[in-house]
């Protein structure tokens, strides 16, 4: 299977900071990445796929870039709601899989 | 809108089989893919498989044998059955929806609340 490493597995943050999560596949995945944002008790949310295709609805602050192994996703201006736990997701090839997830705190 | 409500037993004693129902509605299943993904406490979730609304399937080799998904479209439904459970099968079930097989992306969009599995005698 596939591996997502992502990174870091946690950071802090302030309102308005730039933030960048980035993960790497352990092979090539062309732009098959989709990237997820979680809070807890509650389903992941679909932000990104196709590695920089925006979600409908998704706040244009979030951005995504990368193909091949690298993957990159951005939050332009930190705002309370997105503090959350972030997961990239490789749907190349079966099996999918996520990577270990980044927390955002304050 | 579409809506997904997963449902299930709850508790589960080991080497019995797990059955989990996903109910759409708002939409139907058709021509739609739908994915279960599982996630143990304080873990990252565990993509399991999908099916489409045909019945083809593509299941996570993690569970093996163990796994099987299937679809009701008369009902809207989408089963997950997961055979000879263990502790380790303990875990916050998902289902969500997917898109179609002529989509040039994947993808899971909608997804349900999540329903909670625990593994124990």
């Known amino acids: 299977a596939i591996q997502m490493t992502q990174s870091p597995s946690s950071l802090s943050a302030s309102v308005g900071d730039r933030v960048t999560i980035t993960c790497r596949a352990s092979q090539g995945i062309r732009n098959d990445v989709g990237w997820y944002q979680q809070k807890p008790g509650k389903a992941p949310k679909l932000l990104i796929y196709g590695a920089s295709t925006l979600q409908s609805g998704v706040p244009s602050r979030f951005s995504g870039s990368g193909s091949g192994t690298d993957f990159t996703l951005t939050i332009r201006s930190l705002q309370p709601e997105d503090f959350a736990t972030y997961y990239c997701l490789q749907d190349f090839t079966y099996p999918w899989t996520f990577g270990q997830g980044t927390q955002v705190e304050i | 809108q579409v809506q997904l409500q997963e449902s299930g037993p709850g508790l589960v004693k080991p080497s019995e089989t797990l059955t989990l129902t996903c109910s759409v509605s708002g939409g139907a299943l058709s021509p739609y893919s739908w994915n279960w993904i599982r996630q143990p406490a304080g873990k990252g979730p565990e993509w399991i498989g999908r099916?489409?609304?045909?019945?083809?399937?593509k299941y996570n080799a993690f569970l093996g044998s163990r796994v099987t998904m299937s679809v009701d479209t008369s009902k809207n439904q989408v089963f997950l059955q997961v055979t000879s459970v263990t502790a380790a099968d303990t875990a916050v079930y998902f289902c969500a929806r997917g898109p179609p097989f002529t989509s040039q992306y994947n993808y899971m969009d909608v997804w349900g609340k999540g329903t909670t599995v625990t593994v124990s005698s």
């Open positions: 099916i489409y609304s045909s019945g083809s399937a």
